[in-house]
């Protein structure tokens, strides 16, 4: 039997059972913490069920067609008070004025913090704003002006 002298003695195999078992509940420990992060912060549940999203995904081809043939654009900014400010304009690049907006405003990963409906108000022609809380946002809005219903989604941050 060989037994290695260090320093303060001899390196046993009791002394290397306990490197062994260290070394393997460090692993083990923060395998157990990188999981648990993973599975609170992302539930990975898009849709309940995808079946049933999957038969209106023809109708949201129709729409984001309808959408895309009114030609009109949205700029997304936040103002310097924190709002979020709608820029809207039609196929000419004339403001959009007097429609009726709304806004639901996602974090874009995660189920951490509830989503936020905003009812933003016309402030200067085609100009809407609407308060919305500090952080990185996913707003999907709707337009209605017209007779026409248009949809829009853009990030904020």
Do not use: C
């Not at 429609?99 to 189920?111: I, T």
């Amino acid at each position: 039997m060989t037994r290695l002298a260090t320093a303060s003695g001899l390196f046993t195999g009791k002394h290397m059972a306990f490197v062994m078992v260290g070394f393997f509940g460090v692993v083990i420990a923060v395998n157990v913490l990188l999981a648990d992060l993973a599975v609170s912060t992302f539930s990975g549940v898009v849709v309940e069920n995808s079946y049933v999203a999957s038969q209106g995904f023809n109708r949201m081809l129709g729409a984001a067609k309808a959408d895309q043939a009114l030609g009109w654009k949205l700029d997304l900014a936040r103002g310097a008070d924190g709002s979020a400010r709608f820029t809207l304009s039609d196929a000419s690049g004339a403001p959009l004025r007097g429609a009726a907006v709304s806004a639901q405003a996602d974090h874009p990963l995660g189920a951490r913090m509830p989503s936020a409906m905003l009812a933003p108000k016309e402030v200067a022609p085609g100009v809407y704003e609407a308060l919305l809380a500090a952080g990185r946002w996913h707003v999907a809005v709707v337009v209605r002006s017209g007779g026409h219903v248009w949809h829009a989604e853009r990030d904020a941050l």
